[in-house]
């Protein structure tokens, strides 16, 4: 597999009825190498990439150089109850306007099956939805054979995968994963405490969201504090985490081709040193409700009063250990970043996700990948996260190249969502809308 991204500038101008485009003086660039091709034609028809000399008179032709990367992925991404009517359409409208065209939807309801086929009709504006159903938890399971049936009914309903919340048991995890397999649908999240990492791996769950459950099997069985109460993600543990204990557990992780997706973005906010005033004062915040942002705030003291800087400190060094040690094995990672949750905007939380890989170990190419073309591989479509012929016309125009600075990913002129055009003005227009509604405007 290619691992290609074009680069080009298109034209701000674009009409939005326009089918073809073409793009001239496109550089790509192979993500596999970091390296940018000479300046070549790219077309668009119909929501696909095609052969630029396959159209004959396009209705645009945009010449001037640029960066032009495929739409990223936000792979832990969350869309509010249906009902919430116009913050579901803001929402899906933030993750579009910072360059998401693919979220997974990792808490489902029988609404979202809707949203997800006005999103792909084109009738709503947001980007390709993936859903799991409602979660499979410790009130929800209130039996093996009550998983069992839910697996079921979820499946029948059509929605993409399960969504494991915590407090499942392993004879309630077995039977859920019994009837996952039978009908072929995949369960994915979180672990919940007395199932464990190593049954979760071993049972194949298609992705450990947050890194969960790591934390306390990195736990030596002789410390004292082994079996004890983890806290959020275990960073009542974090003290005493054993690095040794990582390599095997990545071992496992691909031997049963399990995908991590880190969310380390929620963790950072959460437990990281940069203050509550500071995140909150990010221009993004201007998109959020009053009442939703002073609810973060809240969460936010309340770890941080709770659990002593030194601790946190430990937490967040053995989570990146921990990321930096599955991808260099081999692991696959997937951009994710937990929004919108505490302090994450829909849509920009996932470029800091992205600059959180980088900190981490990871090159800028390395990290759009985890967003990208390993989206396309994880769900086994050639046709995302690609910039080639056949391709989804799913692409994010930026005005730096962000193989140089992984922050140029930030330098958005532009959204395409299966050949839509959205430029910075429509896209501003959008902004400027949703931060009214939120009771931010100037």
């Known amino acids: 597999m290619r691992y290609l991204i074009a680069i080009v500038v298109l034209s701000l101008s674009l009409s939005l009825d326009a089918r073809t485009v073409v793009f001239e003086n496109a550089r790509l660039v192979d993500v596999s190498t970091a390296e940018t091709s000479e300046p070549a034609q790219v077309g668009i028809r119909d ?25 990223l992925a936000e792979m832990h991404a969350h869309v509010p109850p249906a009902d919430q009517g116009q913050w579901v359409d803001d929402t899906l409208a933030l993750y579009l306007a910072f360059g998401v065209t693919t979220i997974r939807g990792m808490l489902g309801e029988p609404g979202h099956l809707e949203i997800k086929r006005e999103l792909a009709s084109g009738e709503r504006i947001g980007p390709r939805l993936i859903t799991s159903g409602p979660s499979l ?44 397999r039978a009908l072929d649908i995949d369960f994915a999240g979180h672990v919940s405490d007395d199932v464990g990492i190593e049954r979760a791996l071993s049972a194949g769950q298609i992705t450990i969201d947050h890194l969960d459950a790591y934390m306390q099997a990195l736990v030596p069985e002789d410390h004292e504090l082994h079996g004890t109460e983890p806290g959020f993600f275990g960073i009542n543990l974090a003290a005493a985490a054993d690095p040794g204990r990582i390599a095997a557990l990545v071992e496992k992780t691909i031997e049963n081709n399990v995908w991590n997706v880190p969310t380390e973005t929620l963790m950072v906010n959460l437990t990281g040193e940069r203050s509550v005033e500071e995140m909150l004062d990010r221009p993004a915040m201007a998109y959020v ?40 094995a081999g692991a696959g990672i997937l951009l994710g970043a937990d929004a919108p949750q505490i302090m994450n905007v829909p849509g920009h939380a996932v470029h800091e996700e992205l600059a959180l890989y980088v900190a981490a170990g990871l090159s800028p190419a390395e990290a759009l990948a985890t967003g990208t073309v390993n989206v396309a591989m994880f769900f086994g479509q050639s046709g995302h996260g690609c910039l080639e012929p056949g391709c989804v016309a799913d692409l994010v125009l930026l005005e730096a190249n962000p193989l140089e600075d992984i922050g140029h990913t930030e330098t958005i002129r532009g959204v395409m969502r299966a050949g839509e055009w959205f430029d910075r003005e429509r896209l501003d227009s959008m902004l400027e809308a949703i931060a009214e509604r939120a009771g931010n405007s100037e």
Do not use: C
């Open 47 to 71: 929501g696909f990439i095609v052969e630029a000399d396959a159209i004959s008179e396009p209705d645009v032709v945009v010449s001037k150089p640029g960066y032009l990367i495929p739409g």
């Open 137 to 180: 938890n410790g009130n929800s399971v209130t039996s093996p054979e009550k998983g069992a049936v839910m697996v079921r009914e979820q499946s029948e309903a059509g929605y993409d995968f399960l969504k494991l919340h915590p407090g499942l048991w392993p004879e309630a995890f077995d039977a859920i994963v019994k009837a996952a």
């Open 289 to 328: 409700p009053k009442s939703m942002r002073e609810q973060w705030g809240e969460r936010v003291a309340g770890v941080r009063e709770n659990v002593p800087e030194e601790q946190r400190r430990a937490f967040l060094d053995i989570r990146r250990q921990l990321l930096a040690e599955l991808h260099e």
